[in-house]
């Protein structure tokens, strides 16, 4: 039972580049999310799909779009890395909605971006 | 989204000693409170969770309560161990924002 899947593990790249980061779910959860962990600020929100087509902004949405592939697969772009973007990022998912949820978020391990 | 405060932000206790996380919460319609562990190079991982139609759970040597009234919930750890090590996340639902507020969480270290 694999979860929540990210790709890649690891990453560095220059200012200005673009990339996906790509997450995938088998647990056949409706909702899923995007957040980022810094140092001392906990997790934060960036973005989350309560279904396929569907997204809404988090807490810090600027600098990143998404896409709701599937229900499966939620990926997170990144149009043009600044270093402020160096972070962990985290997918997560879970049952029903993500609006005044009640059910527990599945995370994956993470995906460390530097941006150089 | 809603504030989640959560004391300390590190914490060391001896092994079989007892350790406390304490979060507070602003939202009086919360209704969900998780707690997460993660270990390094991990992601955070569910160990515990409550809702407000109870005031306590246990499973085995963790706990949590949770105080409605001054809106404030607390996970336990009894009989320590090393592996216990790793940051631990609070976290509560909100019907004035989205999915979870996280606390900004408590590294614990539990010394042989």
């Known amino acids: 039972n694999a979860g929540v899947t990210q790709t890649p593990k690891f990453q560095v790249l220059k200012t200005g580049q673009s990339m996906t980061l790509q997450c995938a779910q088998d647990?056949?959860?409706?909702?899923m999310y995007w957040y980022r962990q810094d140092p001392g600020m906990g997790l934060r929100l960036i973005y989350y799909?309560?279904?396929?087509?569907?997204?809404d902004k988090g807490e810090v949405p600027n600098g990143y779009n998404v896409s709701r592939l599937n229900k499966r697969e939620f990926s997170l772009r990144l149009e043009s890395a600044a270093p402020s973007q160096t972070s962990v990022y985290f997918c997560a998912s879970s049952e029903g909605s993500p609006y005044y949820s009640n059910q527990p978020q599945h995370f994956g391990d993470g995906t460390r971006l530097s941006i150089l | 989204g809603e504030n989640v405060e959560q004391h300390p932000s590190t914490l060391s206790v001896q092994e079989g000693d007892s350790a406390v996380i304490k979060c507070t919460y602003s939202?009086?319609?919360?209704?969900?409170f998780p707690w997460y562990k993660q270990e390094l190079g991990k992601g955070p991982q569910l160990i515990i969770d409550?809702?407000?139609?109870?005031g306590e759970k246990k499973d085995q040597r963790i706990a949590v309560t949770l105080n409605k009234t001054a809106k404030h919930f607390s996970l336990h750890i009894t009989e320590t161990q090393p592996e216990d090590s790793a940051v631990y996340f609070c976290?509560?639902?909100?019907?004035?924002?989205?999915?979870?507020?996280f606390g900004k969480g408590t590294s614990l270290l539990v010394t042989p």
């Open positions: 799909s309560a279904s396929e087509g569907t997204t």
């Open positions: 976290a509560a639902n909100s019907n004035s924002g989205y999915a979870l507020n």
């Open positions: 409550i809702r407000s139609n109870v």
């Open positions: 939202d009086s319609a919360s209704n969900y």
């Open positions: 647990m056949n959860h409706n909702s």
